[in-house]
């Protein structure tokens, strides 16, 4: 992994991120585990404003960490299956000092900070299967509505 492409997040903004609550601009996940699943919330965001989903951090505001490239690779593999057209993605890998882990894990942590752009019009379609039919999905609080 290139350790420049890395990015120290601080104590505050980390604080900040935790403190968030989940909304129609910014969604947090512990892991990716399904293709389907993330590409619902890409394509809503998409289709919305935009956002950001945070991967590492646990539904009880848990600094997990992740593998960063597993991640990606989840994500745009997400992006590139079932989301027609595809959305446009950017990421950055964040590095975390833990103050307090757990006995279990490593002080050190990544995350991954996914930025999700506005679509133009049409916006963004997500399909379960090649040849399914394709549904089109907002975000509408914290969470991802079809709308079709």
């Known amino acids: 992994m290139d350790k420049a492409k ?5 104590e505050d903004s ?11 601009s910014f969604d947090r996940k512990q892991k990716i585990t399904s293709k389907k699943k993330i590409a ?4 809503a965001f998409a289709n ?4 950001e989903i945070v991967v590492g951090i646990s539904d009880q505001n848990q600094v997990i960490g992740i593998d960063p490239e597993e991640e990606i690779y989840m994500i745009e593999s997400a992006n590139e299956l079932h ?6 993605l950017s990421f950055k890998k964040l590095s975390y000092v833990d103050n307090d882990p757990s006995p ?4 050190d942590k990544l995350l991954l900070l996914v930025q999700v752009e506005k679509a133009p019009s049409p916006g963004v379609l997500w399909r379960e299967s090649q040849n399914s039919e394709e549904k089109f999905y907002i975000r ?8 079709s």
């Open 48 to 51: 919305t404003n935009g956002g």
């Open 140 to 147: 509408q609080g914290d969470r991802s509505i079809s709308i």
């Open 83 to 88: 989301c027609h057209p595809k959305a446009e």
């Open 40 to 43: 619902k919330t890409i394509a």
């Open 104 to 107: 279990y894990e490593s002080a």
């Open 6 to 10: 890395i990015e120290k997040f601080d």
């Open 14 to 24: 980390m604080n900040y991120i935790l403190k968030s609550k989940e909304n129609q």
